[in-house]
């Protein structure tokens, strides 16, 4: 550990927890707008409303505010999920509009990160470090799909819901993230019906 990381700050008071809070949303919001290159630290400080010493005492540079956002997006999306699937009776609801609640909740997530989900494909070709920490948060996605898919497994036509988990979240993950980032070619109910039918059809007796 070199000089400068032994000088980064662990916040301990509520004070300082807020502050540090403060950056990484200021962070995301910049890199949300303007992308990771475009954006410097003095920009994340004064957005943050402290000062670019200040944001020095807590992050080493932008890629160490970049993780922590990374950290960040990943819990509050996956708890965006959480939330909006504990509002769902699984025993009444239609498989269909179920799917179809689970991919709008996902595109809802994604709408405030367009800026800052272009720069994540980038990086995580180029920064090990990120990469691992993608892959973790993926994983998780995953094992929350089979998990969802086990609360059904009765309705199943499939016996091996670990590889059906990884179809379905691969498959939603590439469509959602088609409809938030790409130019639209199609209308955007086009696909979230055919993706629905698609996996109604897959999954389910």
Request: proline share 1%; aromatic share 10%; no cysteine.
């Amino acid at each position: 550990m070199g000089e400068t990381e032994d000088k980064i700050r662990t916040p301990q008071q509520e004070r300082s927890i807020r502050t540090k809070e403060a950056i990484i949303r200021a962070a995301m919001q910049l890199f949300s707008d303007k992308g990771f290159y475009q954006t410097n630290t003095k920009e994340i400080a004064a957005a943050a409303g402290v000062s670019t010493g200040s944001f020095y005492s807590y992050f080493v540079d932008k890629r160490a505010v970049f993780i922590e956002v990374l950290h960040m997006y990943g819990d509050e999306l996956l708890a965006r999920i959480e939330d909006s699937m504990s509002e769902i009776n699984f025993n009444t609801i239609e498989r269909t509009d179920l799917i179809l609640h689970l991919i709008d909740t996902l595109l809802l997530a994604h709408k405030a990160f367009i800026g800052y989900h272009k720069d994540l494909s980038i990086m995580y070709h180029s920064d090990e470090a990120i990469k691992q920490l993608m892959d973790a948060q993926y994983e998780t996605g995953r094992l929350k799909t089979l998990t969802y898919l086990q609360m059904g497994q009765d309705e199943l036509k499939t016996a091996d819901t670990e590889a059906a988990s990884i179809i379905v979240f691969e498959s939603v993950s590439a469509i959602v993230d088609f409809i938030s980032f790409s130019p639209q070619r199609i209308a955007v109910d086009r696909l979230k019906s055919e993706l629905v039918h698609m996996l109604v059809q897959y999954l389910y007796k």
